[in-house]
């Protein structure tokens, strides 16, 4: 379930309901009208929608390609930085 503010002057439609109802109160509690049509309306969500649907799958690629770095690295067993690299100067690395 979503929900959504209603302001003065909104038409309700409950259920299956063939009623509407509308919200009376005060101009102050009022919507501002847009200054676009219904179709300029529908045409930006759509827009908007595309846009969205564009930023989600370039995240999920980068997402993809982070774990494929991950997973290129190896297993590094918990040690991440912190674990051995041997110097040329160490006795143990001859």
Request: with cysteine; proline share 3%; charged share 35%.
């Amino acid at each position: 379930m979503k929900d959504c503010s209603v302001k003065v002057g909104h038409i309700l439609k409950l259920g299956l309901s063939t009623r509407l109802f509308l919200l009376q109160g005060p101009e102050q509690d009022m919507e501002a009208e847009s200054e676009l049509t219904v179709t300029q309306l529908k045409e930006k969500r759509q827009v908007e929608l595309a846009a969205r649907e564009i930023k989600e799958l370039e995240y999920q690629r980068q997402e993809e390609e982070r774990t494929k770095r991950e997973e290129d690295q190896g297993i590094d067993w918990g040690l991440g930085e912190f674990r051995y690299k041997p110097q040329p100067s160490d006795i143990f690395s001859q």
